[in-house]
């Protein structure tokens, strides 16, 4: 029955369709009726169904009945998909149509269209009264011209009618002198022969009898007028002028699209009824046809859910044994049945073997912490993702983590400086030796720098298939240093013993023999052995401020990590050397809040200090060289930037720039500068590694009033968090 209705819905539509018509014809009456009694009563049979079917819905919706809130929902949703979209078309089709007609039929319209027709006439009787007047005035002026000289000539007429021609304010295209017959007997300005058009034997014979004859040549755009000359026998002045042809053809278009407009004016109630009619008969019957279908179907479908859902509700409280009806046939319906009672028979069978697991595991897991909580060494377990799966308590005291609170979260966000190790083995780094990759890394945890020997390796399922990684870690802090301390202390021994313990006794000879033999010499060698020996001392201190620069960089600290404000530090900096440097220009653009690090606030202040004393000499040195751009101003440019990583800054100057191979200026004693010790830029490097950053050279931005590339030093510092989820060790959010 409901395929049935659903069916003949769109046949009633359809028929009423056919019994109305096109809109321009008449519909037949009785076929009519008919055809609107059948859809009243199909409406009428319909909406009882629907009705009698909500009266059962709601019934069985009150007695709790398996399904059939399911059932009233899907119901509910069913008519309103059917309903909005008619309502919504109903209201856009009404506004739209009367906006439509009422724009079609408008007083303005009207008005447009009769403007343009009568813009259209306008145009053609102004063309034929203006050249019906200037014919009439060269005829004039070739008449009065015959009064005054009866014999006058062909010649004599050829001049007066091109001067008589250009007279014309308008302008003629062409005008000619021709008798009764067409013959053409004189020419006017620019009236050649191949725009003479020769006129019909009747316009001749009309125009013969004295009658002006104006000749409308549409093809052409082109308005001709035939004028009688009196006083000419046999002569006849013929002139033409260009008209808009495609504004005389709109006026024949014009015409047309009036009546066709009236007509449509007249009909328009009767559009809208035989449209508001046909709109209301497929909206009424598609509907009700719609929601009938969609409570069927939502029947269909509640019954065997509410089934399986009853049984559900009686699994999740642990009763297994439960069977459900199975429904006839192979759709989705029927299989979740079939499947469902699989799935319960199965459940019962793998709860008891899942309990059994479950008591085998428990007994490992404790083994397995027992392990782990009493070796030395830390490990961290992954899962296949890289997310923290285990942590041991030795991992938690050298990592400073919480085994609880990071739990489940990535590896990047939990101890980030493992995360490269992570990532090489991931990309197949470790395979050829046996899944694993190992490193030395180094740790900063409460203003502490540890050095960590780190390995990395997979762990895989008994079928080859990746599970995880094991992170195993021990501190070798101590070690690290102990043997930087051996080397940099061997290096400074060697340059006190090499080196600086000669120097004071070569100064101090180099001063006895000046007082000596000073006296003893002419006055003349007296000055060149002054001259000398004090070259020979002063080398001597230069010699000395070397060496003391490079032990002191042999002997770099460890950094004493504290939290420092490195806004405020770079802004200290820059008063120093905006003091020291009166005629650079300094631009800062640092951020407005502090950004806080954990750093060695001298021994960066130290490295900033001795970059922006580079960058200052390398102006210097450009203006000393002769390469200085016509009104140089030197230039120093700061800027920092922090993101959820690191902090960076760069120092950019406007000076000589960096040489190509500038990789070669963090090796010791390499300089470009006659008076640098070649030390500089290494301490600095060293300074900003002991800090787990980086420094890079690079030439800088071309500034303003320059059209060379200065130098430009990137430091790179991390932001090292001693606690996790963005908190520092006071607990304050970062």
């Known amino acids: 029955m409901t395929i049935v209705l659903v069916v003949l819905a769109p046949i009633l539509v359809l028929a009423t369709v056919g019994v109305l018509g096109p809109f321009a014809i008449s519909p037949n009456l009785p076929s009519l009726r008919l055809v609107l009694l059948a859809d009243l009563v199909y409406i009428l049979v319909v909406a009882a169904l629907v009705l009698g079917r909500i009266a059962r819905m709601i019934a069985a919706r009150r007695s709790r009945s398996a399904g059939s809130r399911l059932h009233l929902r899907l119901s509910a949703l069913f008519a309103f998909i059917a309903l909005v979209p008619a309502i919504t078309v109903a209201v856009f089709a009404v506004i739209t149509i009367n906006i439509g007609l009422e724009g079609w039929f408008s007083e303005r319209v009207r008005n447009v269209v009769g403007t343009s027709l009568a813009a259209a006439e306008a ?275 050298l990592t ?104 004071t006794p070569i100064q101090l000879s180099a001063d006895r023999i000046k007082r000596k033999f000073g006296r003893l010499l002419p006055s003349e060698d007296a000055e060149s052995l002054t001259s000398l020996t004090d070259v020979i001392v002063r080398q001597t201190n230069d010699l000395r401020r070397i060496v003391d620069e490079f032990s002191r960089f042999a002997r770099m600290p460890e950094p004493d990590r504290r939290p420092t404000d490195l806004v405020q530090l770079l802004r200290d900096a820059l008063t120093l050397q905006e003091a020291g440097q009166e005629l650079v220009t300094f631009t800062a653009h640092l951020p407005e809040d502090p950004v806080s690090l954990e750093i060695d606030s001298t021994m960066i202040m130290q490295a900033v200090t001795n970059l922006l004393k580079n960058a200052g000499e390398a102006t210097e040195g450009l203006i000393e060289a002769g390469r200085a751009p016509e009104g140089y101003v030197p230039r120093i440019v700061v800027r920092m930037s922090v993101d959820s990583t690191r902090a960076a800054i760069t120092i950019a100057d406007n000076g000589l720039g960096l040489p190509e191979d500038r990789a070669r200026l963090f090796e010791p004693y390499v300089t470009t500068r006659e008076k640098g010790t070649g030390l500089g830029l290494p301490i600095v490097k060293k300074i900003i590694e002991e800090h787990g950053g980086t420094l890079e050279l690079r030439d800088a931005p071309i500034m303003e009033g320059c059209v060379h590339t200065g130098a430009m030093a990137e430091i790179r510092l991390p932001i090292l968090r001693t606690m996790r989820n963005g908190r520092n060790e006071n607990g304050q959010q970062v």
């Open 123 to 397: 145009y053609q009787d102004e063309q034929e009264r203006s050249l019906i007047a200037d014919g009439e005035a060269v005829a004039g002026v070739l008449e009065r011209a015959r009064a005054m000289n009866p014999m006058i000539s062909e010649g004599e007429i050829r001049q007066i009618l091109s001067q008589a021609q250009l007279g014309i304010q308008r302008g003629l295209r062409v005008a000619f002198v021709i008798d009764t017959t067409g013959g053409l007997r004189a020419r006017g300005d620019r009236s050649y022969l191949f725009d003479f058009v020769q006129p019909t034997p009747e316009d001749l014979a009309q125009a013969a009898q004295g009658d002006l004859i104006l000749i409308k040549d549409w093809p052409n755009s082109e308005f001709r007028a035939l004028v009688p000359l009196d006083g000419y026998s046999d002569r006849l002045l013929y002139v033409a002028r260009a008209v808009d042809g495609e504004i005389l053809r709109l006026l024949d278009d014009t015409q047309q699209t009036i009546q066709l407009y009236n007509q449509l004016e007249s009909e328009r109630g009767r559009v809208l009824f035989n449209f508001g009619l046909l709109y209301l008969a497929f909206a009424i019957i598609l509907i009700l046809a719609a929601i009938w279908l969609g409570m069927w179907f939502a029947e269909g479908l509640s019954r065997p859910v509410g089934r399986l859902a009853e049984a559900a509700e009686r699994v999740g409280e642990g009763d297994l044994d439960v069977q459900i009806i199975e429904e006839r046939g192979d759709d989705e319906i029927a299989t979740m049945g079939r499947v469902f009672n699989q799935m319960t028979r199965q459940l019962k069978g793998q709860r008891d073997a899942l309990l059994s697991n479950t008591r085998q595991i428990e007994e490992r897991r404790r083994l397995f912490d027992s392990v782990l909580g009493s070796v030395t060494a830390g490990v961290i377990g992954l899962d296949g993702e890289g997310r923290v799966a285990f942590v041991n308590r030795a991992a938690e005291s």
């Open 400 to 503: 400073k983590i919480d085994s609880v609170g990071v739990a489940h979260q990535s590896l990047a966000a939990v101890v980030p400086e493992f995360e490269p190790l992570l990532r090489r083995l991931q990309q197949g780094e470790g395979s050829m030796f046996g899944g694993r990759v190992q490193d030395e890394v180094r740790l900063s945890r409460a203003g502490r720098l540890e050095s960590l020997l780190v390995r990395v390796a997979e762990r895989r399922t008994a079928a080859g298939d990746l599970e995880g990684y094991v992170i195993a870690f021990d501190d070798v802090t101590d070690l690290v240093s102990a043997q930087r301390m051996a080397a940099w202390g061997d290096v400074a021994r060697r340059i006190a013993h090499e080196i600086k313990n000669p120097l």
